[in-house]
């Protein structure tokens, strides 16, 4: 039996997404918690954000996912397994055993799909579901790698951090797993997304040929990173 915490962030989410979470706070006082932001202020410094909370709370293993169950919660354990058997980085990949994706209309499994293929031609990267945002991390993975100069705030920030763990030696493997779209709301995609994940990754590839990636450092110095 594992007692995962959970983190929600909330944007003002117009759902009532956040007094739902207070009213549950009472039932979990030591496991659940909530942070609200004003306005949208973008995926990826939500998730740096819960990034740096758990690493300030020295929790090993740090989860990210959507709350939509998308994610199926009993995939938790098998990626924190993939971990404890040696991967510093474990993602629930819809592409590592063929296609596991339910409901998604065929022009968005398409898209979703060659936009990895597209992320592995221009980095060269191993991965075959570049853009999953389910995953489980090594706090050592989050403490060496520079939160503050992860420049994407779309879905694009799910290739950057896959491409720098990797660029920093770390181990990434991918998990299979069943993705099943959301039965309520709307997904947040959008042209403009797309443009900046397509641009960004030449933009990100070019950058790291001049990029320094240092391998093994100690928490400490990691922390001088974190903070310049």
Known sequence: MHDFHVLVIDDGSPDGTAAIIQSLQSIYPETLFLHERAGKQGLGTAYIFGFKWATDR???????????????????????????????????????????????????????????VYVRFVTGIDVQDATAGFKCYR????????????QFVGYAFQIEMKFTAIKYGFKVVEVPIIF????????????????????????????????????????????ILQDS
């Not at 706090?139 to 992860?150: A, F, Q």
Request: charged fraction near 25%; include cysteine.
């Open 58 to 116: 020295h929790y090993d293993f740090i989860y990210e996912m959507d709350a939509d169950f998308s994610h199926n919660p009993d995939d938790l354990l098998r990626l924190r397994q993939a971990c404890v058997d040696g991967a510093d980085v474990a993602i629930g990949s819809r592409y590592i055993n063929g296609v596991n994706v339910i409901n998604w209309p065929m022009s968005r499994v398409m898209m979703s799909y060659f936009a990895s």
């Open 139 to 150: 706090r050592k993975v989050l403490e060496t790698i520079p939160l503050n100069k992860i």
């Open 180 to 223: 099943t779209d959301r039965r309520h709301g709307a997904s947040k995609m959008s042209t403009k997304i797309f443009q900046e994940a397509f641009l960004g990754v030449i933009k990100m590839k070019m950058s790291s040929w001049v990029r320094k990636y240092p391998k093994n450092i100690t928490a400490e110095k990691a922390q």
